[in-house]
C-alpha cells in the first residue's frame, strides 16, 4: 500500500504481463534461445489483427503470423469467370470495374465476386463504420427534404402572390414547368397537380427516410492470376475504379495485409481455395484472440517488459469464431483448424474457447483432437476449463472435460493485484472466484494446472488500444501454452531428434506444478521446474505415453465420483482398468509405412513396455491393493471407497496415485481423482440450516444437500448481521448453486447470483441491522444440491452469513400417488385437444404448499416442417476433409419451407436430433440460415439455437446443413423434421377447474370451481380438469400443431413445460338451401341434359385454346366462332380469355418489352376490354344484392354476378395497362439507359411524345372506375394505375403506392414477378424525380436484397 504523499519509485511493470510466478520469466533470463524459437503455436479463437502492436515479429525478426486463416468460411467469397475489355470488366454488384494495367495476368482470366462489408467486420466496427455511413447518407438524404420543402413553400408563396427565389432549389425536378407542358391544362389544374405532386414528395421522403436501413457495402472483389499465385483487388471504396489498387496475394505466401476499413484501422489478409474459385478474405472476429496471442507469444521490440510468454514463437491465427453468429465457434470451423494444424505443423495449440457439454470427453471433434493431433501429430493442445464457477463441476468442453487436452483455470497473484487491479490492499494469492472448478461429471480432475488468468497486452488496433486488460481462463490457457512453447522450444534446441510427445510435456507440467491447495492437487504451473523435470527423466520411455483410467461402472468414468445421498450411504467397490496410451506418428499409418519399419518401432515400444507401479490411496477411507503390473494392454484392479463415516454435507477428496517402483521420488505416474459430496438429509420441515459461515478474503464454503424427492423448487436464505458493522467493508459474494443431471448440460439447474453483503448492514444512525437475500431456482428431487458461497477474490474484510434452504414442490401423481425415487421425471406434460376434458392429478410430497392457483398459459405454436429438399454431397477436399479417414466429409442440405402470416414474427428453430450440441457432437456442423423469397440471406444459427425475429411476412428457406464423414449416416437424415416455435401474437390461458362439472355447466355453484390462494396438504393429491375442447386456439395453429407453454401450480414451486395438441378442426356443416320456386318449363330429358353439358363443357375447352393459343390467327378464329350465337355471359367470358391472352404478364409493367404491348396490340385491347366492360358492368353491380342468398336460384344469381365482377375488375386493370402503355411509350427506354452503369439523369424529360388529351381522360375514368371495384393496394391495380400520375408528371403520386406495396406485400415466391416489377417501377420513378441519392442507394443494395443464388452455409 503507497504512502499518501510518496509515490513509487517505478510503475510494476512485471505485473502488466505475468510471468514471474510461473518462472517463465526467470527460464527466458536463464535460456534466451529457448524463448519459443523454433515452435508454431496455433491459435484457435476470433483471429488475430494483422494490426496489433507487438504480433509483428519474432525475437529473432521472423514473421510472427506464419498465416491467417478463416476456418468458417463466413469470409469466403464465390468467384465465377468475366472477360475484361480495355481494362474493364462488369463486377458481381454490377459496377463497371477499372483494372490496374501494372497487373500481371499472363492467362487473361479474371474472375469477379462480391462480398457484404459487414459479414467481415465485429459487430463494433461494422457500429461504427455503418454509423458513419447512415449519418453521411442522412445529411445529404435531409438536404434533398429541405429542398422538397422549399419547393413546397415557394410554390405556396407563389399562389399567394409572393416573391420567392426558386431557382436556388436543387435536387427536385422542376414539377411547375413539366406541369405546364401537360397537355392543354388549365393553369388552376396545373396549380392543383403541383401542390398534390410537392405533397407527395414531401410523404415519399418521409417514407424512405423511415424505412432507411444501411446494409452495407457490397465490395466488389477481383481475382486473376499473375503467372506465379493468385491474387486479389477488393474495391474498398465502392467507386469502381481498382486502377491504381494494389493485387494483394495469400498471406502466407507474400506477407501482404491490406486496410478494409481506413478510419477503423481494420485490416484483412487473404487466401484462395479451389484453384483460384473461392476467396477467402480473412479478418478478425472479435479481439479476444489478439489478446490471447498477445499473452502467448507478443514481442515488443522496444518494450520487451510487454513481451508475451513465448516472444519467439511463431503464431497460426486460426478463426473459428464465424461472423454470421457473433464469433460462436462452429463445427466447420473447428474442423478446418485442426486440419490445418496438421498441415502447418504446429507444435502447441492454444484453445480459449469452450461450452458446457451434456456429455464429458465424447463427440467426434473431441476425440479427433485427441487421436489425431495430439496423439499422432504431436501436437501439445491447451484449453481454458472455463469461468463458470466456483461450483463443483463447472467445467467447460473441450478443456475441463476431455482426454488430450490440458485443461487449464485462473490464477492471480500478488503482482497482477499490483498493476492490474489497482488494489489498495492486495489479498493473498488465489484462483479467481469464477474459474472454473472440476471434476468432471464422471470423476475425472477437469482442471490440470494453473496459469495467470489476467494480462494486460496486445489489443487489436480498431480497438484503439496498443494494450488492453482482459482476464478469464481465455488468460490463462495461453499463458500455459507459452510455458509449453518455451519447454518445447528448449526440446528440440537441447535434445536434437530425440522424439517430445504431448503426453510427456503434459506429465512435466502437472507434475512439477507448485501445490496452492486447489482440489485434487492443480497446482500453478512451474517452467524451469518442468524443464528440469524434462532433462531428468529424458530417457525414461514411460514419460512418452499418457494413461487412460475407466471405473468400471454405468457411466465407464474416470474417476470415481459419488455425490448423490444413495452412492456414498454404504461402501462402493469398483473395478477400475488403467492402459497406457501410446504416442503414434503418420509415418506409421498402413499407406504410408511401405517397409514396415516404422510401424516396426511402435510395436517394438509396446512390447518393451512394463511397468511395476504401487498404489497409494491419499485418504484411509478408500482401500486399493498396493501393487499393480501393468503392460501395454493395461491391467485392473479393484478399489473401496467407504464415505459412511465422512462428516455429511461437506467435500471430501482423495486420490488414488500410482508411484513407479524404481523411482517412487518421480511422483505419481498417474492419479485417479476420489471425489464425495456426501449430502445432508432435509427433514420433515423441508428446511436446512447450514449454520453461519464465516468468511475472510478469498474464502470458499461449499455444502451440500439431498434435495428431497418431489421438490421442484429450492429458496436458498441469506441472512448477515455484523455486530462491528464500522470495521467490515462491504463485499461482493458469489452464490453458485447447481445440481448435475445425467446427460444433461450443468447450467439445467443452474444458478449463479451475485450478492452483495454488507451494503445494507447499517442501521439509521448508527449500529447494525440484519440484511437478508433469498435466491430461487428450480431444482430435481433426488440429485445433490451444491450450494456454494464464496467472498469474491478482490474483495476485503470478514463476513458471517447464516444460511439456510428451503424446499417447495408439486408435482404431477404417478399412478396412485406414489413417487418413484427420485421423484417424477421433469419431461412436461401433454395434453390432446380432441379430449373434451384433460385430467391432471397433482401431489405436495415435500411439505404443506399455500398460495395455489393453477394456470395455464400457453405462449408458442409449434409447427413440425418436413424437408421439401435433401442433397447429399462430398465437400472440397482442400479444407474439409476428415483427419483419420483422410477422405472428403459429407454435407446433406436439407430445405425447408417457412410461412410466417405477421410482421415481427418471433419464433426459435430446433432439430433435438443435432443441436444444443458442439463439442460432444455425433456430427461434424450443423448449421442453418434463413433466406427470404427473394434469395437474400437473413440469419444464421448454428448448434445452439436461439430466438430469432422475422421482420416481413411471407413465405422463406430454411436451409439446414449437417457435415458428416459418412454418407451412409447422412441418409437417414433426409427425412428429419424441423420444429419450429412460433411466438403467439397474444398468450392462451386454458381454463382450469377443480370439478369436472363446473367446466360443462355454468350454473353450477362449486366451490372447487375456484380455487383460488388454496391449500394442499403434504401428501395430499388434488385432480384439476382442464378445458381442451373450449379453448380458444390461434389463426395460425393447424391441426396436428402443439400449443406450448407453461403449467404454474404455486408462485412457490417450479412451473412445468405444458405442450396442447391441437385437435382436428370442427367440420362445418353445409347450409340448407331454401327450396326453389316451383318451374313450369318442361324439363330437360336425361339425353338433352347430356347434350347439353357436353356442349359446354367443348366451349370451355374452346376458351381455355383462347388463352393457351401461341397463334394470334388461330385464336381469331376460335373467338370469332365462340361469339356466334352466344349469350352476353359466354360473350363475355370469350371476350376476357381474349384480353387475358393479349395481356399474358400482367405482372409486368405495361410499357415493359415483357408486357408485349405494341401500340396496335394496346389499342385492340382497349376496344375488347370497353365490350367486357359493358357486357359485365351491370350484372356485377348485382352481386351485393345477393351476399346472403338462401336459394339455389339466389345462389346462381350470386356466382353470376361475381364472376361478372371479376370480369370486369380484370378488363378495366388490362384496360388502365393499355393505356399505360400507350402513355408512356419511352419510359422503358429511359429506364434501361438509368440501369446501364450507373448513368445518372441529367435532368432533361426524356418521353419522346406526350399522350393525347383524349388518352389521358380515358385513362382518368377507367382508372377511377378500377379503383371503385378493386383494392387500391392490389399489385396488380398500382400497376395498372400508377401510370396515370407518370402521365401527368406527378412521379411521387405514382411512388406512393408502390412504396406501400412493398413494405407491406407478403415475401412470397408467388408474387416475386409483382415484386420485381414494383422495383423497377419505383427505381424509373426516382430516376424521374432525379433524386440521385436514393437511385443509387436502390442500386447498391439491389444485389444484397435479390441475389442470383442462394449464400452458401
Known amino acids: 500500500m503507497a504512502n499518501k504523499t510518496t509515490p513509487r519509485q517505478e510503475f510494476p511493470t512485471h505485473g502488466l504481463m505475468p510471468r514471474g510466478e510461473t518462472q517463465a520469466a526467470e527460464f527466458v533470463r536463464k535460456y534466451p534461445q529457448y524463448d519459443g524459437r523454433g515452435v508454431v503455436a496455433a491459435v484457435l479463437d476470433t483471429g488475430i489483427d494483422p494490426g496489433a502492436k507487438g504480433l509483428q515479429v519474432t525475437s529473432e525478426g521472423k514473421r510472427k503470423v506464419v498465416d491467417y486463416i478463416d476456418c468458417t468460411g463466413s469470409g469466403d467469397v464465390e468467384l465465377s469467370d468475366v472477360c475484361a475489355e480495355e481494362l474493364t470488366l462488369k463486377g458481381a454488384s454490377g459496377r463497371t470495374l477499372r483494372l490496374n494495367a501494372e497487373w500481371k495476368n499472363p492467362t487473361g482470366e479474371w474472375r469477379v465476386g462480391a462480398k457484404r462489408l459487414s459479414r467481415l467486420l465485429p459487430s463494433e466496427v461494422w457500429m461504427s463504420v455503418s454509423g458513419e455511413r447512415s449519418q453521411r447518407f442522412r445529411k445529404s438524404a435531409q438536404q434533398l427534404t429541405d429542398a422538397v420543402l422549399a419547393k413546397k413553400g415557394a410554390a405556396q408563396d407563389k399562389d399567394q402572390g409572393k416573391v420567392s427565389e426558386v431557382s436556388k432549389v436543387s435536387e427536385v425536378s422542376k414539377v411547375s414547368e413539366v406541369c405546364a407542358k401537360s397537355i392543354k391544362t388549365k393553369d388552376s389544374d396545373t396549380s392543383k397537380n403541383l401542390t398534390e405532386e410537392l405533397d407527395a414528395q414531401v410523404d415519399v421522403l418521409k417514407t424512405l427516410n423511415g424505412a432507411y436501413a444501411d446494409l452495407g457495402p457490397l465490395l466488389d472483389c477481383v481475382v486473376f ?687 433435438p436430433a443435432v443441436d444444443t450440441q458442439i463439442y460432444e457432437n455425433w456430427a461434424d456442423n450443423f448449421a442453418l440460415a434463413i433466406f427470404d423469397a427473394n434469395k437474400r440471406y437473413l440469419i444464421s444459427q448454428i448448434s445452439y439455437t436461439s430466438p430469432l425475429l422475422i421482420k416481413q411476412c411471407g413465405e422463406s428457406l430454411v436451409r439446414v446443413q449437417i457435415r458428416h464423414r459418412s454418407a451412409k449416416d447422412l441418409e437417414a437424415l433426409k427425412d428429419i423434421p424441423l420444429l419450429v416455435d412460433v411466438v403467439l401474437k397474444s398468450p392462451i390461458r386454458l381454463t382450469i377447474k377443480f370439478d369436472m362439472a363446473s367446466i360443462f355447466t355454468s350454473t353450477v355453484n362449486s366451490s372447487a370451481a375456484v380455487y383460488r390462494g388454496g391449500f394442499i396438504a403434504k401428501g395430499s393429491r388434488i385432480p384439476l380438469f382442464i378445458d381442451t375442447i373450449g379453448a380458444a386456439l390461434p389463426s395460425e395453429a393447424a391441426p396436428g400443431d402443439v400449443l406450448v407453454g407453461k403449467l404454474t401450480m404455486s408462485r412457490h414451486t417450479a412451473e412445468f413445460d405444458f405442450e396442447y395438441v391441437v385437435p382436428a378442426k370442427s367440420i362445418n356443416k353445409p347450409e340448407e338451401s331454401k327450396p326453389a320456386a316451383p318451374k313450369t318449363d318442361k324439363p330437360e330429358s336425361k339425353e338433352e341434359q347430356d347434350q347439353r353439358e357436353m356442349n359446354e363443357a367443348l366451349r370451355r375447352v374452346r376458351v381455355d385454346w383462347v388463352k393457351k393459343s401461341r397463334d394470334d390467327g388461330v385464336r381469331t378464329r376460335l373467338v370469332t366462332d365462340l361469339l356466334a350465337n352466344s349469350t352476353d355471359e359466354q360473350r363475355a367470358e370469350v371476350l376476357a380469355a381474349q384480353l387475358s391472352a393479349l395481356d399474358a404478364t400482367s405482372s409486368a409493367l405495361p410499357w415493359s418489352e415483357a408486357a408485349c404491348l405494341t401500340a396496335a396490340s394496346a389499342r385492340r385491347a382497349v376496344g375488347i376490354a370497353d365490350s367486357v366492360i359493358e357486357l359485365t358492368r351491370t350484372q356485377a353491380l348485382t352481386a351485393r344484392l345477393y351476399e346472403k342468398a338462401q336459394t339455389d336460384d339466389e345462389k346462381t344469381l350470386k356466382k353470376q354476378a361475381e364472376l361478372a365482377r371479376t370480369q370486369l375488375i380484370a378488363a378495366l386493370t388490362t384496360k388502365c395497362r393499355a393505356l399505360a402503355a400507350l402513355t408512356h411509350g419511352s419510359v422503358s427506354a429511359t429506364a434501361s439507359e438509368t440501369c446501364a452503369d450507373y448513368v445518372e439523369v441529367d435532368g432533361s424529360d426524356n418521353d419522346e411524345t406526350d399522350a393525347s388529351e383524349q388518352t389521358v381522360q380515358e385513362y382518368e375514368r377507367a382508372a377511377a372506375e378500377l379503383r371503385q371495384w378493386a383494392a387500391a393496394d392490389d399489385v396488380s391495380v398500382v400497376i395498372a394505375t400508377a401510370p396515370l400520375h407518370m402521365a401527368r408528371h406527378q412521379y411521387a403520386r405514382a411512388l406512393q403506392p408502390v412504396l406501400a406495396w412493398l413494405a407491406k406485400a407478403p415475401m412470397k415466391p408467388a408474387n416475386a414477378a409483382e415484386r420485381r416489377s414494383m422495383v423497377e417501377l419505383r427505381n424509373q420513378l426516382l430516376a424521374k424525380l432525379q433524386w440521385t441519392i436514393w437511385s443509387a442507394h436502390f442500386r447498391a443494395i439491389a444485389p444484397i436484397e435479390s441475389p442470383a443464388t442462394y449464400e452458401r452455409l
Open 225 to 911: 492470376h499473375d503467372g506465379e499465385q493468385w491474387r486479389a483487388a477488393i474495391d474498398i471504396d465502392e467507386s469502381g475504379d481498382l486502377s491504381a489498387a494494389a493485387a494483394l496475394g495469400a498471406y502466407k505466401h507474400t506477407g501482404d495485409v491490406g486496410e478494409l476499413c481506413k478510419r477503423q484501422l481494420f485490416y484483412y489478409t487473404l487466401n484462395f481455395y479451389d484453384e483460384g474459385r473461392t476467396l477467402s478474405i480473412v479478418t478478425c472476429a472479435g479481439s479476444h484472440s489478439t489478446h490471447v496471442a498477445g499473452i502467448l507469444a507478443a514481442h515488443h521490440p522496444e518494450e520487451p517488459q510487454n513481451d508475451g510468454v513465448a516472444p519467439g514463437a511463431q503464431l497460426l491465427s486460426l478463426m473459428i469464431g464465424d461472423h454470421r453468429v457473433g464469433s460462436m465457434e462452429t463445427g466447420v470451423g473447428l474442423t478446418r483448424a485442426v486440419n490445418a494444424i496438421v498441415e502447418y505443423g504446429a507444435d502447441v495449440a492454444n484453445m480459449s474457447y469452450g461450452e458446457p457439454s451434456s456429455s464429458p470427453n465424447v463427440g467426434q471433434w473431441v476425440q479427433t483432437v485427441a487421436q489425431e493431433v495430439v496423439r499422432r501429430h504431436g501436437c501439445v493442445f491447451v484449453s481454458s476449463a472455463g469461468n463458470e464457477g466456483p461450483a463443483l463441476s463447472s467445467t467447460g468442453s473441450p478443456g475441463g472435460t476431455s482426454d488430450g487436452f490440458i485443461g487449464v483455470g485462473a490464477h492471480v497473484g500478488y503482482d497482477q493485484m499490483l498493476a492490474e487491479y489497482a488494489m489498495y490492499e492486495t489479498v493473498g494469492d488465489t484462483v479467481f472466484t469464477w474459474s472454473s472448478r472440476g471434476p468432471t461429471p464422471d470423476g475425472d480432475r477437469g482442471v490440470d494446472v494453473y496459469a495467470p488468468g489476467s494480462a494486460i497486452t496486445s489489443f487489436p488496433a480498431y480497438c484503439k488500444e496498443r494494450l488492453c486488460l482482459r482476464n478469464g481462463t481465455s488468460m490463462s490457457s495461453p499463458n500455459l501454452c507459452g510455458v509449453a512453447a518455451l519447454l518445447v522450444s528448449a526440446w528440440k534446441q537441447e535434445m536434437g531428434g530425440a522424439s517430445l510427445s504431448p503426453y510427456r510435456v503434459k506429465n512435466a507440467i502437472v507434475s512439477t506444478a507448485k501445490p496452492i491447495g486447489e482440489l485434487h492437487g492443480a497446482g500453478m504451473v512451474q517452467t524451469d521446474s518442468a524443464w528440469q523435470f524434462l532433462k531428468r527423466y529424458a530417457a525414461r520411455a514411460a514419460e512418452q505415453v499418457s494413461w487412460r483410467t475407466h471405473v468400471d461402472d454405468s457411466r465407464r468414468a474416470r474417476g470415481i465420483y459419488l455425490r448423490n445421498a444413495e452412492e456414498s450411504a454404504h461402501a462402493r467397490f469398483f473395478n477400475v482398468s488403467v492402459t497406457p496410451v501410446f504416442p503414434t506418428s503418420e509415418k506409421a499409418r498402413l499407406e504410408h509405412d511401405s517397409d514396415g519399419e516404422s510401424g516396426r518401432l511402435e510395436s517394438q515400444a509396446q512390447f518393451d513396455f512394463e511397468q511395476r507401479l504401487l498404489l497409494v490411496a491419499t485418504e484411509s477411507w478408500v482401500s486399493v491393493p498396493d501393487a499393480l503390473y501393468v503392460a501395454s494392454q493395461g491391467n485392473k484392479f479393484a478399489a473401496r471407497v467407504d464415505a459412511t463415516k465422512l462428516q455429511a454435507g461437506r467435500l471430501h477428496t482423495a486420490s488414488i496415485d500410482a508411484y513407479d517402483s524404481t523411482d517412487v521420488d518421480r511422483g505419481p505416474v498417474f492419479s485417479i481423482p476420489v471425489t464425495v459430496t456426501k449430502p445432508l438429509h432435509v427433514d420433515a420441515s423441508a428446511c436446512v440450516d447450514l449454520g453461519t459461515l464465516q468468511f475472510r478474503p478469498t474464502e470458499i464454503v461449499r455444502r451440500f444437500v439431498a434435495v428431497p424427492p418431489g421438490a421442484t423448487r429450492a429458496h436458498i436464505v441469506l441472512r448477515a448481521s455484523n455486530a462491528a458493522a464500522l470495521e467490515s467493508s462491504p463485499a461482493l459474494f458469489y452464490l453458485h448453486c447447481m445440481q448435475l443431471e445425467p446427460a444433461t448440460r450443468f447450467r439445467k439447474f443452474f444458478m449463479r447470483e451475485r450478492v452483495n453483503i454488507g451494503h445494507k448492514s447499517y442501521a439509521a444512525g448508527g449500529g447494525s441491522a440484519e440484511q437478508k437475500e433469498t435466491k430461487t431456482m428450480d431444482v430435481i428431487g433426488g440429485a445433490t444440491l451444491e450450494v456454494c458461497l464464496a467472498q469474491f477474490w478482490n474483495q476485503l474484510g470478514a463476513h458471517d452469513i447464516d444460511v439456510s434452504v428451503e424446499f417447495n414442490g408439486i408435482v404431477p401423481a404417478n399412478g396412485g400417488g406414489a413417487l418413484a425415487e427420485g421423484g417424477p421425471l421433469r419431461s412436461g406434460i401433454t395434453v390432446h385437444g380432441s379430449n373434451a376434458v384433460a385430467r391432471l392429478d397433482f401431489i405436495a410430497p415435500v411439505r404443506p404448499e399455500y398460495d395455489v392457483s393453477p394456470s395455464i398459459v400457453l405462449t408458442k405454436a409449434r409447427k413440425t416442417l418436413r424437408p421439401h429438399d435433401a442433397v447429399i454431397s462430398p465437400l472440397g477436399a482442400e479444407r474439409d476433409t476428415h483427419l483419420t479417414t483422410g477422405s472428403a466429409l459429407y454435407k446433406l442440405e436439407l430445405d425447408y419451407r417457412l410461412e410466417t402470416t405477421r410482421e415481427e414474427t418471433q419464433l426459435c428453430l430446433h432439430m
